[in-house]
Nanobody
């Protein structure tokens, strides 16, 4: 059983930056692909970014590509999401997910483990 704990959310002005962290425990971190999803009020949970087990491959949704960067440190069992040029439409609860597959599916139903989420609010 893998436990995931996100941190780093908060309130930021449009154009600002935040760095989210997700610390994993209870499993072999390097054997999981990792991803970040987000869910805005009244909307479905959507994929934002994913990273392979080794960190050699990353992939992003069109809505965050060029602004967000996902990375991982397997020695620290942690995955990060650096968010730059934030927009009000980025406001959401951000969730970390772990997937036994080699890549995180954009379908949130297919992730194996979830964190509790961290709130990101971007003011205009």
């Amino acid at each position: 059983q893998v436990q995931l704990v996100e941190s780093g959310g908060g309130l930021v002005q449009a154009g600002g930056s935040l760095r989210l962290s997700c610390a994993a425990s209870g499993g072999t971190f390097s054997s999981y692909a990792m991803g970040w999803f987000r869910q805005a009020p009244g909307k479905e949970r959507e994929f934002a970014a994913g990273i392979s087990r080794s960190g050699s491959a990353t992939y992003y949704s069109d809505s965050v590509k060029g602004r967000f960067t996902i990375s991982r440190d397997n020695a620290k069992n942690t995955v990060y999401l650096q968010m730059n040029s934030l927009k009000p439409e980025d406001t959401a609860v951000y969730y970390c997910a772990a997937d036994r597959s080699s890549a995180v599916s954009p379908d949130p139903k297919k992730s194996d483990y979830w964190g509790q989420g961290t709130q990101v609010t971007v003011s205009s």
